[in-house]
């Protein structure tokens, strides 16, 4: 059983940047696909980007595609992910989700979750 700890979140003005860390530990990395999933307040959980166990796939939301980029580093236990030209909408707690067959975006069907690192962007 896989833990994540998420980091890096913070406070930024629209148009910045920040990357988010996710460190895994209790398992074996490499076997699980890695999702970023993002909540803002009053709203449903909403997918970000996943990353297959060997990073040669990619998927991103409509929303970020050409802002954000996911990334890890299986033999650091690390995903990342990079935020750029943030705007006030990205607002929101990010979570780190882990799954070792599910790779698509309904946050229901991950198995492992972090406890979420707040981004606020402010116009």
């Known amino acids: 059983q896989v833990q994540l700890v998420e980091s890096g979140g913070g406070l930024v003005q629209a148009g910045g940047s920040l990357r988010l860390s996710c460190a895994a530990s209790?398992?074996?990395?490499?076997?699980?696909?890695m999702g970023w999933f993002r909540q803002a307040p009053g709203k449903e959980r909403e997918f970000v980007a996943t990353?297959?166990?060997?990073?040669?796939?990619?998927l991103y939301a409509d929303s970020v595609k050409g802002r954000f980029t996911i990334s890890r580093d299986n033999a650091k236990n690390m995903v990342y992910l990079q935020m750029s030209s943030l705007k006030p909408e990205d607002t929101a707690v990010y979570y780190c989700?882990?799954?070792?067959?599910?790779?698509?975006?309904?946050?229901?069907?991950?198995?492992?979750w972090g406890q979420g690192t707040q981004v606020t962007v402010s116009s």
């Open positions: 989700a882990a799954d070792k067959y599910y790779s698509g975006s309904n946050y229901h069907e991950y198995d492992y």
């Open positions: 990353i297959s166990k060997s990073s040669g796939r990619t």
């Open positions: 209790g398992g074996t990395f490499s076997m699980y696909i």
